[in-house]
């Protein structure tokens, strides 16, 4: 892909390699979140006229034939791909003048310094009791009580007569969007498809990352 047929957005996605630690200038010990990125390439221009509202249509991972349908084929066919595509995922853009259908999405979107929000789906834990998903202290160890790990007392009194909305019950942890706010790009090396950012990411490895210039 050429680098005129690239284009840059505030908003690009890569997947989760894991963490690990790097040491800066001055030799302090850093840690930062490996992300791998993929090529997403411009499948659709959503106008205002035929759409409704602007936009881009950017996908990524070419599927194999057989597990696309005719729809997703026929969307493909128009940049060059025979097969459909695994991720596909909007962007909202208001000025669509110098956008191309085909256009590869440039790592170079995010520089080292940008300031991100990270957008992912956390790790699922499954159906936790109330002392593990909310960190309830539990009753007493011993002394004869039968109290341990129960939630306890979620009742009221004859008026409202119900559990309030909201009350921590034991349920399903985890697998949830999660959004975390004002991440920084520690750095971005463009030969080998790699964003590293400072901190922790949400989500498990080989997680789909949203990542939001603010």
Same mark, same amino acid.
């Given at each position: 892909?050429?680098?005129?047929?690239?284009?840059?957005?505030?908003?690009?996605?890569?997947?989760?390699?894991?963490?690990?630690?790097?040491?800066?200038?001055?030799?302090?010990?850093?840690?930062?979140?490996?992300?791998?990125? =993929? %090529? &997403?390439?411009?499948?659709?221009?959503?106008?205002?006229?035929?759409?409704?509202?602007?936009?881009?249509?950017?996908?990524?991972? %070419?599927?194999?034939?057989?597990?696309?349908?005719? #729809?997703?084929?026929?969307?493909?066919?128009?940049?060059?791909?025979?097969?459909?595509?695994?991720?596909?995922?909007?962007?909202?853009?208001?000025?669509?003048?110098?956008?191309?259908?085909? #256009?590869?999405?440039?790592?170079?979107?995010?520089?080292?310094?940008?300031?991100?929000?990270?957008?992912?789906?956390?790790?699922?834990?499954?159906?936790?009791?109330?002392?593990?998903?909310?960190?309830? #202290?539990?009753?007493?160890?011993?002394?004869?009580?039968?109290?341990?790990?129960?939630?306890?007392? =979620?009742?009221?009194?004859? &008026? %409202?007569?119900?559990?309030?909305?909201?009350?921590?019950?034991?349920?399903?942890?985890?697998?949830?969007?999660?959004?975390?706010?004002?991440?920084?790009?520690?750095?971005?090396?463009?030969?080998?498809?790699?964003?590293?950012?400072?901190?922790?990411?949400?989500?498990?490895?080989?997680?789909?990352?949203?990542?939001?210039?603010?």
């Amino acid at each position: 892909m050429s680098e005129t047929n690239q284009i840059k957005l505030n908003s690009i996605y890569a997947f989760k390699e894991g963490m690990s630690t790097l040491f800066d200038e001055n030799g302090t010990a850093v840690p930062v979140t490996i992300l791998r990125y =993929s %090529p &997403w390439y411009v499948s659709q221009v959503k106008t205002v006229e035929n759409d409704g509202y602007s936009a881009l249509q950017i996908s990524c991972d %070419p599927k194999k034939v057989k597990n696309s349908n005719k #729809a997703e084929i026929g969307v493909a066919k128009k940049i060059g791909f025979d097969a459909g595509f695994r991720y596909v995922k909007e962007v909202r853009l208001s000025d669509l003048s110098d956008v191309k259908l085909g #256009a590869q999405v440039s790592i170079d979107s995010l520089s080292k310094g940008d300031l991100i929000k990270v957008t992912a789906k956390s790790k699922g834990h499954g159906f936790m009791g109330s002392v593990r998903r909310w960190s309830f #202290a539990g009753g007493p160890a011993s002394h004869g009580s039968k109290f341990h790990r129960q939630p306890g007392s =979620s009742g009221n009194r004859t &008026w %409202p007569g119900r559990v309030m909305p909201g009350k921590k019950f034991p349920g399903h942890w985890g697998d949830e969007t999660v959004t975390v706010k004002n991440l920084k790009v520690y750095d971005v090396i463009p030969e080998e498809s790699v964003v590293i950012v400072r901190g922790s990411v949400p989500g498990a490895r080989n997680s789909l990352i949203r990542m939001v210039k603010v």
